[in-house]
Every structure is written in C-alpha cells, then in structure tokens.
C-alpha cells in the first residue's frame, strides 16, 4: 500500500516537472525559430502547461479508466475556481474585474453546457471530440483577433501621443511566466526531450497508484480522479497565483483559471475522445458536472459585476472546496 501511495504522489511531480521542462524547451525553440510571442502564447504555453491533465486522461482513457480521464477535468475545474481564487484572495485582495473576462466567462459557461451534453450521450467519442476541438479552434482564432485588435489600439494611441493606459493584458503576456527559457537549441531540445519522457512515465506511475488506492480505499477510480489527482495537477495553476498575490499581481488571475478551464475541456477531453472513447462514471454526471457548471456560473458573476474577492470570499470558497470533497468521497462511499 505504501508502495501505491508512493507511486501517485512521485508520479504527480514527475508530470508537473515534465510539464515544467517540456514548455521551456518548446518555448525555447519557438523563440529560435522565429514564431511570434502571441501565437507561442496561446498554442504552446496552453498547451504545454495542460500536458499533465491530458497525459492522464488519455492513458486512461487507453486504459479503460474513463472515471479517472472525466474526473481529473471535472474535478480540476472545480479545484481551479474555488481553491486556485480562493486562496489567494485570503492572502490579497483579488480583482476580477479584468477585461474580457466577461466574455471569455460567458464562453467557457457555455462550453460547459455543451460538455455536459455530450455526457449524457456517453461515452464520448469521435464526433464529440471534434465539436469540442472545433470550439477549441475557434476560441484561439477569437483570441489571436482580439489580441491583435488591442495592440493596433495601444499603437494608435501612443502614436496620437497619448500615454497608454492599462487595460487587458496581451495574450504573448503569458510567456512572462515561462522562467529560464534556454538559450541554447540544444539545451531546449533537451527540454523537450525530457518533458516527451517524462509525462507518459508520471501518468504511469500516477494512475497506476491512484486505481490501487482507490480499491483499498473502497470508493471508484472517479473519486480518485475528482480529488487527489485533480488537486494534484492543479498545482501549477495553484503556485502560480498565490505567487501572483503575493506580487500584488492577482488581477490576472481570473483571466489564467477561465483560459485553463476552457482548455481542459477542449483540448484535453477534445483530444483524448478523438482518439479513445471515453465512458463517463453515472456519479460525475448525477452530481459533479453540476458542481463544475455552479463554478463556471459563479465565475461569471464574478467578472460581470468586477467583484474584488476579498479574504472572506477566499475563505468562503476555500471551504466551498473543502466541502466538496467531503461530499465526493461520502457519495463514493455509499455508492
């Protein structure tokens, strides 16, 4: 059992490093090769940080565990609304009031609608996984225009001569939280190399130990999935803006959490249906979904009425969390 628990929690760092590397070494190259910041933005760093969870998923996915694929999604947006904003905003205040927040809310509330459909038509598959990779294409084009459109704003103004006030952060922003980008094309190649290894293995290793806990433990492979390896690939996401609050940066936290989500059930679940069909546990669509859409609807007040979360909001939401996994492991005991 030692050897179980061991496994999962190795396995989580190895993901999360790999994940780590892997964006480094791809960013690096990119650079190299001349692709423009904004297209590294939204392509490789979105991806390259969403390794982890789609790994996971679709070696599940190959592995017939379907609960541990929908529930590490399912359960990482949960994690990334409450506990990703909430903590944070217990250590500074958290403005959610970024624009195009609300937009972009609006768009991952219905992506969420569509996902939760297709649930009900399980297990996801082919055709499935193609309408959430469309939707996926057409939000980075939507992306790279509004980008695009606000740097030609930014220009004009400075060109009328007029000081350019601060308003929504570029996509390419998100590079600056890419840390020590090789130099080197060897170095990046080696990078890559050692992300490519790395995952594969880390989601070995992690859903190996999580499918034995879970069957000493007595409750299915979606709890598992909901919880322990949700949080765990949530991390990243976590580190990021707690550091962010400390730094006083916490207006774009809001902004990160909704472009994850959007990217976890596009990309991930996109990707993985397209290549295995993916069986969706009664549990999550009876109770988790739900939770998952409640988040996604709260997210949205939020940036509607440019809520500031402050450190009752985040206490509020953290045990919101805390809640929630309560409820997950009792219901998966009783069923």
């Known amino acids: 059992m030692l050897f179980d628990y061991v496994s999962l929690a190795g396995g989580l760092v190895v993901l999360i490093i790999a994940g780590d590397v892997l964006v480094r070494g791809s960013v690096g190259i990119a650079l190299r090769l001349g692709i423009p910041n904004l297209v590294i933005g939204l392509t490789i760093v979105a991806f390259g940080t969403s390794a982890p969870e789609l790994v996971i998923s679709l070696k599940a996915g190959l592995e017939g565990a379907g609960g541990i694929a929908i529930g590490n999604v399912v359960g990482s947006n949960i994690a990334n609304v409450l506990l990703v904003l909430g903590l944070p905003a217990m250590i500074a205040a958290t403005p959610c009031g970024e624009n195009g927040a609300t937009r972009n809310a609006t768009f991952m509330v219905a992506v969420t609608v569509v996902f939760i459909a297709l649930c009900f038509f399980t297990p996801i598959a082919l055709p499935a996984g193609l309408v959430l990779l469309a939707l ?99 991390l990243p996401e976590l580190a990021t803006t707690i550091m962010a609050a400390i730094r006083q940066h916490g207006a774009v936290a809001i902004g990160n959490v909704i472009g994850s989500n959007i990217f976890n059930l596009l990309a991930i679940i996109g990707i993985t249906a397209v290549i295995v069909p993916i069986d969706v546990p009664a549990e999550v669509l009876h109770f988790d979904v739900w939770v998952m859409l409640a988040c996604a609807l709260l997210l949205t007040a939020f940036a509607g009425f440019r809520i500031c979360l402050n450190k009752i909001s985040g206490l509020a939401m953290t045990l919101a969390y805390v809640l929630y996994i309560a409820t997950v492991y009792c219901l998966g005991h009783v069923s």
Do not use: C
């Open 136 to 234: 996926l294409a057409a939000f980075l084009v939507a992306s790279t225009m509004t980008a695009r459109n606000h740097r030609k704003e930014q220009k004009a103004i400075a060109a009328a001569g007029a000081a350019v006030v601060a308003s929504e952060p570029d996509v390419a922003e998100i590079l600056e939280d890419v840390e020590d980008v090789p130099d080197s094309a060897w170095v990046a190649v080696a990078y890559i190399l050692l992300g490519l290894v790395g995952l594969p293995l880390g989601a070995h290793f992690t859903i190996s130990g999580a499918t034995s806990i879970a069957t000493a433990w007595g409750v299915s492979e979606a709890v598992i999935g909901l919880t322990v390896i949700a949080l765990g690939t949530s």
